[in-house]
């Protein structure tokens, strides 16, 4: 029996706060992103000068599973008008499991005050030892609701 190695797993979370605002902080807003998640322990920019260029790599320090993590994440394509964001996930903790990690977000508006978050990640592990990477979906779901929380409170 073959592994499979390659896969994709998503979860969607439906929030209280309008799909545009959301959006507008991880799109425009995303060096605020560790302000407002407590999962999140540090970031700072690694290459580049703009948050949200494609150009530039930002180096993070998570909280995943319990345990912290260090990643480093471009975003490889960014649709404003969908509100869809793809981020190439790759070095430190990933590289050592992961030939591939994407984190997929896609933002939908359900009406005027509600939005349905989308987040997939693609990944290929390594090797069939590597577990499926569901506790970063767990953190995703975790820092959505923070993110929500917070819009909702400004």
């Known amino acids: 029996m073959v592994a499979l190695l390659s896969g994709k797993i998503s979860i969607e979370v439906v929030i209280q706060v309008a799909a545009s605002k959301f959006f507008n ?4 807003q995303f060096h605020n992103v560790p302000n407002i998640c407590e999962r999140i322990h540090g970031s700072k920019l690694h290459e580049g000068d703009d948050w949200h260029s494609t ?4 180096q993070w320090t998570l909280l995943i599973d319990g345990k912290v993590k260090t990643i480093k994440e471009r975003i490889e394509a960014i649709d404003e008008e969908n509100k869809s964001i ?3 996930v790759f070095d430190d903790d990933i590289s050592e499991h992961y030939k591939v990690f994407k984190f997929i977000l896609q ?5 005027d005050e ?4 989308k987040w997939t990640i693609e990944y290929e592990k390594i090797n069939e030892n590597v577990e499926t990477p569901y506790a970063y979906l767990d ?3 975790k820092i959505t609701k923070d993110i929500a929380d917070h819009v909702l409170k400004a």
């Open 25 to 28: 902080v991880l799109a425009k």
């Open 55 to 58: 150009d530039s790599v930002k």
């Open 86 to 88: 793809i981020y190439q």
């Open 107 to 111: 933002v939908n508006e359900k009406n």
């Open 114 to 117: 509600c939005a349905c978050v």
């Open 139 to 141: 953190f995703e779901e």
